[in-house]
């Protein structure tokens, strides 16, 4: 298969590593993205984890709570261009999208945009978001929605850069105040930064372990072709353990952390332990605008030409 240009762009985004070695990647296994992904890891050329994919999708992502704390929906729907999802009509309409999510008993989004909308009287919500892209003049979509429900505790939400990402936090605890409340919104905002795949190691499963251990051992002995077993044995237990502190939620380095050392989970307890607390977090809901969307590459001067034809 050649290996094009655009192959090794897309590569080199996928995994940080230089060009040569990704076109050695693609190379050697024949054009196949997501293995030429595995080989620069093996050989030790690419981080850990690859991109989730270029975010190219406009739109916004909004949370909306229950007046009780208990029950909070987060959704995101999207734009075609950054100028529609600055805009006040579509921001008020996203709100009203996160209005009804947080009613909603709809278990996918074919039964949610099938349901009566509640901001208009008559009409589905499809029904409803078909108006909007007749009067907005772009095309507009509901990507996605999600529900956190709280039983003994709260739902802690953050919204960063004006919704270009949403986080909920399900914050199990039995006293709720001010502290425990800020404490939960820090939580959602590490969410926000640090984008952890798991909130506790017990979430890990054996698959991810397992496909670790190799990856982690195929690079172990590739850059010390002459250590024995043991000692590589060791490389990988120490290596796995770093990597899960960065992929589970409690076991990251807190970023508000004014040693720099101190794990989520620990903080956590500590504000547990001021306000004679029980606090466990339970779990937690990312959405990031447009994660892994690919917007087709517009040639701008061609499509100009194009509509004055």
């Known amino acids: 298969m050649a290996i094009t240009a ?12 230089g060009m040569m070695d990704c076109k050695k990647a693609l190379t050697e296994t024949d054009g196949n993205m ?12 690419a981080k850990a984890e690859k991109k989730a994919g270029r975010i190219a999708a406009e739109g916004l992502v909004a949370t909306k709570i229950s007046e009780d704390g208990k029950v909070a929906a987060i959704v995101e729907v999207n734009s075609e261009t950054d100028f529609v999802a600055k805009n006040e009509q579509f921001q008020a309409y996203v709100a009203e999208v996160a209005d009804q999510a947080l009613a909603t008993s709809a278990a996918d989004i074919d039964a ?7 901001a208009e009287a008559g009409k589905t919500v499809k029904e409803a978001l078909d ?57 959602a905002m590490q969410v926000a ?32 072709p002459d250590k024995p077993e043991n000692i590589i044995e060791k490389m990988i237990i120490g290596r ?41 977090i339970k779990g937690y809901v990312r959405f990031e605008t447009g ?15 194009a509509q004055m034809k």
Do not use: W
């Open 112 to 118: 949610f945009l099938a349901e009566d909308s509640i």
């Open 240 to 280: 796995l353990n770093k990597e899960l502190k960065e992929v589970c939620l409690l076991d990251q380095v807190y970023v508000k952390a004014e040693d720099g050392k101190q794990s989520v989970g620990k903080y956590v307890q500590e504000v547990a332990k001021a306000n004679s607390a029980n606090v466990t």
């Open 34 to 45: 997501d293995a030429a992904v595995e080989y620069l890891r093996e050989q030790g050329l």
């Open 131 to 187: 108006g909007k892209i007749a009067i907005i003049g772009e095309n507009l979509n509901i990507r996605r929605f999600d529900k956190v429900s709280a039983e003994n505790g709260f739902v802690a939400s953050y919204i960063h850069a004006g919704g270009k990402i949403g986080v909920l936090v399900d914050v199990e605890a039995d006293v709720v105040n001010d502290d425990i409340k800020e404490m939960g919104k820090n939580v």
């Open 291 to 305: 994660e892994g969307i690919e917007k087709k590459e517009e040639d701008f001067a061609a499509e100009v030409a």
């Open 6 to 17: 655009k192959m090794v762009k897309e590569l080199r985004e996928m995994s940080g590593a």
């Open 193 to 224: 930064a640090i984008m952890p795949k798991y909130t506790s190691r017990d979430e890990v499963s054996k698959d991810y372990i397992d496909h670790e251990t190799e990856i982690l051992k195929a690079q172990a002995m590739n850059e010390n």
